[in-house]
Structure formats: structure tokens, C-alpha cells
């Protein structure tokens, strides 16, 4: 028996900012333009009380319910996220006792952003394929919007608040988690940060001095700063090239694969990679029209849309690719298959 | 592809009339050059021409005679 995802949920917060909304607080905003481009019509954003660990917990809570397999079953815990609750103890630890899982579990915290998923999918395969762990609970929550300046177009209008968990395990069904092709560049680490808040930088009255760049975008330090157009460069540069080492990899053509399912970086970014690859059209999974870039949720959130409209379904052949803030990148295949809840 | 043919697609790129862009252009001479904007150049010189656009002087140009002087410099362009 192969590691396969098991079962996927998801969790958004109650709040919904629309295009709508952003246009009355900023008229000089063109979000029709915007749109045309994004793809994004609304995303959610968390409460000023609610984090990532908490949407995280929520998502992971519909998914235990499930009972896909028994609680005892889950071995270890992943909490992949960019906005934790504190420096220590890891958001894992505390998801551990929140969600009741035994004593048994281990957990730990992986810090990466839209390449997490993939990530934390190779680590789970490579726990369940060696014995380490018979299932494994992996969290991916992020709430980039507490890190946003209200007055930056660049990245309000495309991040959005959420979490999915995802249970993989040995499957008895069929699925299977492939292939794997990741990587770093380390180099582009300047172009999408927050640069204080950590202990390089301590948030001070320095790094909260804000600064109205040249295209109006108002920003600090403490916020979110992403250089649109490197992370574009690099997406379309790296991208394709990674799917073609894994169609390679795995012995693929790209007709073998039923969906491709991108970081939901925004409508633009997708439709030019899948222009770059020849992937046609309604073969790429693109869902950001109500949710935006939810960073390290965006993948499996997609997938699991895509399973409840129908799209995707048992048995088909997926591409995962998860690519940002890093740089980093991670991409693999995988047969869908979930298990039936008990 | 010529220069004069890829400033005809840069345009198609940014929603305007074929020959209405110039070398002299800059994002504050042309409307439709925001952020966005300049994201549909990076792909019409990535797509049209084939160039690789992930080192720096390929993304951070302030006017089309800058972008079209470094592709020349790369031999992107037909005679």
C-alpha cells in the first residue's frame, strides 16, 4: 500500500471583503481592471482575534469528524504556516491538545508559504512509506492579511485568509502521492517579506515609519512587501520548468495527467503558466475568484472545491505545484483517491 | 520578430491600439502601464520572444526603449 491523501476539508473565515468593499475605502483603486487581471472578486479575512492556528483547528476539526481512520491512527501532526500564533512553542504542540489527538503524536511547525502543501506532502509520504508514522494530520493555515497594509493594491487585493488539513496514509483504495520535484533560491528572499518582527529586526517605531512608493502603494516594515513583477519573472521562469522534470521524472506525458493544480497565486499568473507548459485550459484548476491567494491553503483548498463541484474526480491523475515566497518550489503527482468516511 | 512587430503585441498586451506605443513610452506616458501592466510586457517578452525573464534587467525596465535596448542586446529581434 502507497501514501495517499486520505480525505481533505477546509475552513474560511466568516469575514468577506469584495472588490466592492475595497473600491469604497480606496476610489482610486481600478478593481475592474484588477479583476479582469486577478480573477478575484472577494477573498475572507480572519477576525482581529482569530489566526491561522485557529482556522487551522477548524478545518482540521471537520476532517477528524470524518473518521477516515481512527483518531489513535494519526502518528504525527505538520502545521504549515507563515503567521504563527508565537515564536514558541510550535502552533503544532498546541493543535495537538486543541484537536484531542493522543499523547503519542508528534509535531512540529514547517515555515513555508505557498510551496508548503508539496512540501508537507513529501515529508508525510516519506513517514508513511518508511513506517515512521501510520497517518499523518498536515495544517495548512495562513492569515497574510495581518501583515497587509490596508493602503497596499499590490497585495490586498490578491491574498486571502484560510486553512485545510489533510490526512495521508496508507491507502487501501488505490491512491497515491507520486513523484516529487522541489527546490530553493534562496536569492529571492527580498522580493516577497515581512522584514521586521523577527529577531534580525524587532518591530520598532523605525520599522512602523510608512513609506508611499511610486505606484501609491502605502507599506512599513512590519508589513507585507511582495515585488510583484520578480515573483511573476520567477513563477513563469521556474514553473514550467519544474513540471517538465516531473513529467519526466515520473515517465508522464502531459496528456497522462487529468488536472493540474497550481498554487492559486491569481487568474493571470495560472493562465500564462499553463500557456508556457501547453496545458490546455480546463485541465488547469483555477479557483480564486471568492477566496484569493490563501497562500499555503491555496492547493489543497483547490483541490477539495474542485472534488465538491465535481471537476476532479476518483481515480484521476493530478500535478501539484506549489511555488512563492522563498523562493521555494515543490511539485509532484498523485492519484486521487480518497477514503469512504466510516 | 521585428522590434516594430513586438511593440505591436507589447500593445495587443496592455489593451491598445497596434502603433500606438513609442520607444520614448514610460509608465506615466501610458495609462494602461500599472503594475499589471508591466506584469503583460514581462509575459509578451517571455511568450513572443522566447526570453528568459527571471534575472533582474529583464523585469525592471522605466521605458520601452530601455526593455526593446536590452532585447537587442540578447539578439531577440529579427533583422
Redesign the interface.
Known amino acids: 500500500m502507497r501514501a495517499a491523501i486520505l480525505g481533505i476539508a477546509w475552513h474560511l473565515p466568516e469575514r468577506i471583503e469584495t472588490n466592492e468593499d475595497l473600491r469604497q475605502e480606496n476610489p482610486d483603486w481600478r478593481m475592474d481592471d484588477l479583476y479582469e487581471k486577478s480573477g478575484i472578486r472577494a477573498r475572507h479575512v480572519a477576525a482581529n482575534d482569530e489566526t491561522a492556528s485557529d482556522l487551522g483547528c477548524r478545518a482540521a476539526r471537520k476532517l477528524l469528524l470524518r473518521e477516515i481512520v481512527p483518531n489513535e491512527q494519526i502518528d504525527y501532526l505538520i502545521f504549515c504556516t507563515q503567521c504563527p500564533d508565537h515564536f514558541l512553542p510550535s502552533g503544532a504542540c498546541v493543535l495537538q491538545d486543541s484537536l484531542g489527538l493522543g499523547r503519542h503524536v508528534g509535531a512540529f511547525d514547517v515555515n513555508l508559504g505557498c510551496s508548503g502543501f508539496v512540501y508537507g506532502l513529501q515529508i508525510a509520504k516519506s513517514f508513511v512509506d518508511s513506517g515512521v508514522a501510520r497517518n499523518v494530520l498536515l495544517v495548512t493555515a495562513d492569515t497574510y492579511s495581518k501583515y497587509i497594509h490596508p493602503r497596499d493594491r499590490t497585495v490586498r487585493t490578491l491574498f486571502g485568509d484560510g486553512a485545510a488539513a489533510t490526512l495521508i496514509g496508507a491507502s487501501e483504495w488505490g491512491g497515491a502521492i507520486g513523484d516529487f520535484v522541489i527546490g530553493t533560491d534562496g536569492a529571492g528572499a527580498e522580493n516577497l517579506i515581512v522584514r521586521s518582527g523577527g529577531l534580525r529586526k524587532p518591530r520598532s517605531s523605525d520599522t512602523a515609519k510608512q513609506i508611499t512608493d511610486d505606484s501609491g502603494c502605502t507599506r512599513s516594515e512590519d508589513n507585507l512587501f511582495m515585488d510583484g513583477p520578480a515573483i511573476f519573472s520567477f513563477a513563469i521562469t521556474t514553473v514550467p520548468r519544474t513540471v517538465k522534470r516531473l513529467l519526466e521524472k515520473s515517465a508522464l506525458s502531459p496528456d497522462e495527467v487529468d488536472w493540474y493544480v497550481y498554487h492559486q497565486a491569481n487568474k493571470y499568473m495560472l493562465e500564462h503558466l499553463a500557456k508556457r507548459s501547453r496545458i490546455p485550459k480546463e485541465k488547469m484548476i483555477v479557483d480564486v475568484e471568492t477566496v484569493g491567494n490563501t497562500v499555503s491553503a491555496s492547493i489543497p483548498l483547490a483541490i477539495q472545491r474542485a472534488v465538491e463541484g465535481g471537476r476532479i474526480r476518483a481515480g484521476e491523475r493530478l500535478v501539484l505545484v506549489g511555488f512563492g515566497v522563498g523562493y521555494s518550489w515543490a511539485a509532484c503527482t498523485l492519484i486521487w483517491r480518497p477514503e469512504p468516511e466510516r | 520578430m521585428t522590434v516594430t512587430q513586438f511593440l505591436d503585441v507589447v500593445c495587443e498586451a496592455l489593451g491598445r491600439e497596434p502603433g500606438s506605443l513609442l520607444l520614448d513610452d514610460t509608465p506615466q506616458s501610458v495609462e494602461q502601464w500599472?503594475?499589471?501592466g508591466?506584469?503583460s510586457i514581462?509575459?509578451t517578452v517571455?511568450?513572443a520572444l522566447g526570453v528568459?525573464?527571471?534575472d533582474?534587467e529583464?523585469?525592471?525596465f522605466t521605458s520601452i526603449r530601455e526593455l526593446t535596448d536590452r532585447l537587442i542586446a540578447k539578439n531577440a529581434f529579427e533583422d
Do not use: A, F, K, W
Request: glycine fraction near 0%; charged fraction near 45%; hydrophobic fraction near 30%.
Open positions: 500599472d503594475s499589471i508591466h506584469l514581462i509575459s517571455d511568450e528568459e525573464v527571471d533582474e529583464m523585469r525592471t
